[in-house]
């Protein structure tokens, strides 16, 4: 079961005028992993039970759009801080994937 906590809201003027509403959520999921962190099959349940937490991002506007990814990191602190970042850039849903794949590359390679 994942648990969704509303984070921060953005309201953001187009440059066609259009408005929009951009919802950035903290996704919680209870997962079984291995010593190491890494999610387990359902079949081979082993290991600690660990929350992953995650985003989902909602834009709201004459369009809707929404993403989320699940199980970003096991810390709570940076899935939000992450978030806050993804907030201050006003980072939508269709880019969303694209910006945390480059943000966990440079944190796996820095």
Known sequence: MTNYSLIETRRVRLENEEEIKL???????????????????????????TNLYGIKLVKSGATCEEDEILGVTVDEKIAIKLLKVLADHEVTPISLVDVVDDWSTEVMYS
């Not at 996704?27 to 079984?32: G, S, V």
Request: charged share 35%; aromatic share 8%.
């Open 23 to 49: 919802d950035y959520y903290l996704t919680d999921t209870m997962r079984q992993v291995d010593g190491e962190g890494k999610c387990i099959d359902e079949v081979n349940l082993i290991g600690d039970e």
